[in-house]
């Protein structure tokens, strides 16, 4: 392939770099990355990217982005296990071939290693940093642990308290387990007591093999079996899982706390692009990078059947263009079964994460999504107080008018059920301390 570098890409992409590979210092009992050091056996000893494999992918990429913003994403296993100074040197790299276009990080960490000097640079720089935290100390540590078995929140909550004395700009991002998924409202009430108010729920479901002879545990997209890991969380408690905490949020914390499933949703209700790839009627253009330059379909995808190329022999805005990256962003959309085309919530989902639809419909292969059920109980039980924001946000009001108006509702409930109705001079049923005439009466 030319290697020719070319600003007419019309299609943009994004790319999450894992410069350190499947390189951790944690061993999280789930973690579905752990073992994707075994596909590169000959970089156990030389597991970094490479300074030339960084300067050609920081080039590549921004000349692979058409628009004038270029957002990069830096993953692992653990990027921090590379030092302060390989980031330094990608903001000079940055600096130095921007082509004019504002360049921004964002940088996924598990925040054992982060200190003062770490969080000095994030914010000097604007990183927006996601942590990872799986809630309480006794729900995070049951999974998230050193390799001698250790637990890592407490390491966590040192990071999140120097992210505050250095004003970096953060998220959380929750994984929703077999463990976690029990206690919903505390895991929520405790992210926003950390000052969470950016907030991913990211829901664990992988799959085991049987075969000895396959070299990873994990099963991929291609391989048939339904039998997902103990920590995996089931669909129907996923489901309940969104909805107890939609319902804390949508009472009292619209506006001032961000759901990235709550925000997608709305946005498909409203009838926008939802913001994330597994909610989207397409996904590709989505890349993970290892180490050493190669390029893969997607993080999940991993595997040897979806390697794209290698940044050294190919560009990024050629593997991006390719007619390979374009079949697979089409095949999510192809492959819908008949159950999900007939949903009424097909627009919110459109089948979710392909990587996810291995159970059976009764009809031919199975191809349908594990966490269906859960999604349609999430999408049925959030559909009322969705239309209502988008409603409000159509006729020019803020979504956070929803909170008075479902007080509104839940008083008239209450009402219609034969309860003594409130006084026009009596507290306000919704806790606010003014009186019912003053506030949700008004």
């Known amino acids: 392939m030319n290697n ?45 990217m490479s300074d030339d494999t960084l300067e050609r992918f920081i080039r590549q990429y921004i000349d692979a982005q058409p628009g004038e913003y270029v957002e990069f994403a830096w993953q692992g296993g653990e990027p921090t296990l590379l030092g302060l100074g390989f980031y330094q040197k990608v903001v000079a790299l940055c600096d130095k071939h921007s082509q004019g276009k504002t360049v921004g990080h964002a940088f996924q960490t598990n925040g054992v290693l982060l200190d003062d000097a770490w969080c000095e640079f994030f914010a000097k720089h604007q990183f927006l940093v996601g942590i990872s935290i799986d809630g309480p100390k006794e729900l995070h540590d ?4 050193t390799a001698g078995g250790k637990g890592s929140h407490d390491k966590v909550i040192g990071a999140l308290a120097l992210f505050k004395k250095h004003q970096v700009e953060f998220n959380v991002l929750t994984v929703v387990n077999a463990l976690n998924a029990q206690h919903p409202v505390a895991v929520y009430q405790y992210l926003k007591s950390l000052g969470a108010k950016y907030i991913q729920f990211i829901p664990l479901v992988e799959r085991v093999v049987s075969d000895a002879e396959t070299v990873l545990s994990f099963a991929s997209p291609e391989q048939v079996t339904n039998q997902v890991t103990p920590e995996s969380v089931l669909a129907k408690d996923y489901g309940a899982f969104l909805n107890a905490i939609f319902d804390v949020w949508v009472a009292s914390d619209v ?19 939802p913001g994330v790839c597994y909610f989207a ?20 995808y991993v595997y040897p059947d979806y390697r794209l190329g290698n940044i050294h022999q190919s560009t990024i805005a050629q593997m991006n263009q390719s007619s390979e990256a374009r079949a697979f962003g089409e095949q999510k959309s192809a492959s819908l079964n008949d159950k999900c085309k007939g949903c009424k919530y097909l627009s919110a989902c459109y089948g979710g994460c392909p990587k996810h639809r291995f159970v059976g419909t009764g009809v031919g292969k199975p191809d349908h999504n594990y966490l269906c059920e859960g999604y349609y109980q999430y999408f049925s039980h959030t559909e009322r107080a969705m239309k209502l924001m988008c409603e409000l946000l159509t006729n020019g009001h803020p979504a956070t008018e929803v ?11 209450l009402l219609k059920s034969g309860l003594k109705p409130l006084g026009r001079n009596s507290p306000c049923v919704c806790g606010s301390g003014l009186k019912y005439k003053r506030c949700c009466g008004s």
Do not use: I
């Open 281 to 300: 009627e397409r996904c590709g253009h989505s890349f993970a990078l290892e180490a050493n330059g190669d390029l893969y379909q997607c993080d999940h």
């Open 403 to 413: 909170m008075p108006l479902l007080k509104q509702e839940r008083q008239g409930a």
């Open 255 to 273: 506006g001032e706390v961000f759901v990235q499933t709550f925000d997608s949703t709305l946005a498909s209700w409203l009838g926008r692009p």
């Open 4 to 48: 020719t570098l070319s600003n007419t890409h019309s299609t943009p992409c994004h790319v999450m770099a894992k410069p350190s590979g499947a390189m951790c210092n944690l061993a999280c009992d789930y973690c579905f990355y752990l073992e994707k050091e075994q596909l590169y056996p000959e970089r156990k000893a030389d597991w970094r």
């Open 142 to 145: 049951h999974y998230r642990v």
